[in-house]
């Protein structure tokens, strides 16, 4: 794992390097000062030598104004080396992302994924900030410090040499204990976000439902949690203090005692004891400095393990070497399909499946919620691979495509769809980033989108909000139509696109379709018989299987589920 994230460092390296060389040229003036100090207190001013006063007088502002300078230096360094680090961790997990395939996706869950961007990315910077710094001043201020008291006085060093390595135990043991507990904790934090997020999303929906108070109880009961498991963690982190003060005490209270004894036969000097002290004090705020780095490398231990994870997951949808590139037309077969969203043969969701389409054809797929309908054409842009038989477009397995290619010539308009924050320009452009605005006037025209769009004060400059909330859902079906159209697609897929358009536009949209892009295969999925009676073929789903395949008059004769629908449909009205 470590190499890995170590391997985002990049161009940053020479502040990572820097850092922790300034932090160890600053310990060793800090750890020279108190030996000058020694020096100035006992032949200096003990004896009243003003010379030595002087001197060491100067030698010690010196040290500390390098002290600082260093200090302000890896300080610098460090702020760089820390924030390109988070940066390129951050890039590198998001591009790895724009490669998921549907199902890597649904495997992490989108707020997982964005935990993964901030939080977990923010764990690890501060992490690696303490490991190039702290956890270098540290054990180098221990050891020059240790080092130093030996050289005053081996007897009273001697204590530190006990106390320090089972304060370093007894810090240890509280780490590995509060570690499991904070990657609890941070998995927990998904559900948090997933919480917020769905609740944002749909604020709409949780209003209109007067839910509000369902989903704070949710979002309580979350937060809840976290709180326990941090404090129970903290709890545990929580020791580190007394341990210290503890500590701390006792040798400060053993120095004196020693100290005090070794003054008295003169076997120590004043400036030494005080220089002593110092030392102490050093060592023991150097240590407390490493629990907190110990602590934070255990939590970030999670969170790194985590965005591994994301840098790791390979899409399963991946181009094959020396890829056809080029889509021939718009005929589609499906050669005994089975599809199982969990790769599992015993759930599947579509089962069996053979259907061929001529190029230029217009399909119409018809069937319940829940039929498949929405799986069954995503095997055709290879959204999801199928789990076995195969799926041809132009003749050849989609598998063998260059992905991004096929999906140029695959339009879909999903049903769940998505306009971005941005103008209408924009969003039309994201289906073909150099088309002319008589393309895009041309494609809304079909889509019967452009007389709407020029009702708009600003026309096709008008700003859409995220998620396209301030267009009705027919108008945002509309838009979203005529941005599959700008790709000119071979094949055009309509998943339930045109659901929320009055029935009367819904035909124009068809009639359009039909005389102006008759060489494009277009496959219409509709819950309205209207939408799909005119089709070249109607396919009828069923619990994933397809119940019959035909023309409306044929259905009509020989399909009982066709029948009953067109019946409800008739009977209800208008449709
Ligand atoms: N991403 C997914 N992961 C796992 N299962 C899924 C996923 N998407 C759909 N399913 C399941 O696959 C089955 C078919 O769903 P599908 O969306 O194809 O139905 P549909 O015919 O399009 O329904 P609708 O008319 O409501 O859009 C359902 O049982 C659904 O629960
Ligand atoms: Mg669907």
């Known amino acids: 794992m470590i190499k890995k994230l170590a391997s985002c460092i990049g161009k940053y390296k020479k502040e990572t390097i820097l850092t922790p060389i300034f932090v160890g040229i600053e310990c060793s003036f800090d750890v020279i000062i108190p030996f000058l100090m020694a020096y100035l207190i006992d032949y200096g001013i003990n004896a009243s030598n003003s010379k030595i006063i002087i001197i060491f007088g100067i030698l010690l502002v010196i040290c500390s104004f390098l002290a600082i300078f260093t200090g302000v230096k890896s300080g610098d360094y460090a702020a760089k080396a820390t924030s390109g680090f988070a940066k390129n961790l951050r890039k590198r997990i998001y591009y790895n992302v724009q490669d998921f395939s549907f199902s890597n996706i649904d495997k992490f869950s989108t707020s997982s994924i964005v935990t993964r961007h901030t939080t977990d990315i923010n764990n690890v910077q501060l992490a690696f900030q303490m490991i190039i710094r702290m956890a270098v001043r540290a054990p180098l201020m221990i050891i020059f410090s240790l080092i130093m008291a030996f050289v005053i006085n081996i007897k009273l060093a001697l204590i530190f040499l006990v106390a320090v390595p089972l304060l370093g135990l007894g810090l240890y043991l509280i780490a590995t204990k509060a570690h499991p507990i904070f990657e609890r904790a941070i998995k927990i934090y998904d559900k948090l976000n997933n ?11 949780v209003k209109s439902f007067v839910t509000e108070e369902k989903e704070i109880e949710k979002f309580n009961e979350t ?14 982190v929580a020791l580190n203090n007394p341990l210290m003060q503890f500590t701390v005490a ?33 060592i023991l705020m150097s240590l407390m400095m490493l629990s907190m780095v110990l602590v934070t490398i255990m939590i970030s231990r999670a969170s790194g393990e985590r965005i591994v994870e994301l840098m790791d997951e390979k899409s399963d949808l991946v181009s094959k070497k020396n890829a056809i590139k080029d889509v021939k037309d718009g005929s589609i077969e499906f050669d005994n399909v089975n599809f199982s969203y969990v790769n599992d043969e015993n759930k599947l969701c579509l089962k069996d499946i053979n259907l061929s389409i001529k190029s230029g054809q217009t399909i119409g797929i018809i069937g319940g919620t829940g039929s498949s309908k929405s ?60 088309a002319t605005d008589e393309e895009m006037i041309q494609a809304c025209k079909l889509a019967q989108a452009d007389e709407f769009i020029r009702d708009f004060q600003d026309g096709y400059d008008t700003f859409i909000e995220q998620g396209g909330t301030n267009v009705s859902g027919g108008q945002k079906q509309r838009l979203c139509i005529a941005r599959a159209l700008l790709k000119k697609p071979k094949i055009l897929i309509l998943d339930d696109s045109t659901s929320a358009v009055d029935t009367k536009t819904d035909s124009l949209i068809r009639k359009a379709f039909a005389e102006s892009i008759p060489d494009t295969t277009k496959i219409i999925i509709a819950q309205r018989i209207s939408s799909v009676q005119d089709a070249d073929k109607i396919v009828v789903m069923d619990n994933g299987k397809i119940d019959g395949i035909g023309t409306h008059e044929e259905l009509l004769k020989n399909n009982e589920i066709y029948r009953d629908v067109y019946e409800s449909q008739v009977k209800g009205g208008k449709e």
């Open 375 to 434: 799986t069954i054409v995503q095997l055709i842009p290879r959204l999801y691979d199928v789990t076995s038989g195969s799926v041809k477009v132009g003749g050849i397995d989609v598998r063998d495509y260059d992905i991004k290619s096929l999906r140029d010539q695959v339009s879909m308009v999903l049903q769940k769809n998505e306009l971005f924050s941005g103008t209408i320009k924009e969003n039309l452009r994201w289906g073909n980033e150099n």
């Open 223 to 236: 937060s809840e949690k976290i709180y326990k498991e941090f404090s129970k963690a903290e709890r545990i």
């Open 195 to 205: 919480t917020v997020e769905e609740n944002v999303r749909g604020i709409r929906v």
């Open 250 to 282: 006792t040798i400060i209270v053993l120095i004196s005692w020693f100290g005090g004894k070794e003054i008295v036969l003169g076997n120590l000097t004043t400036g030494e004891f005080t220089s002593l002290i110092s030392y102490t004090i050093q």
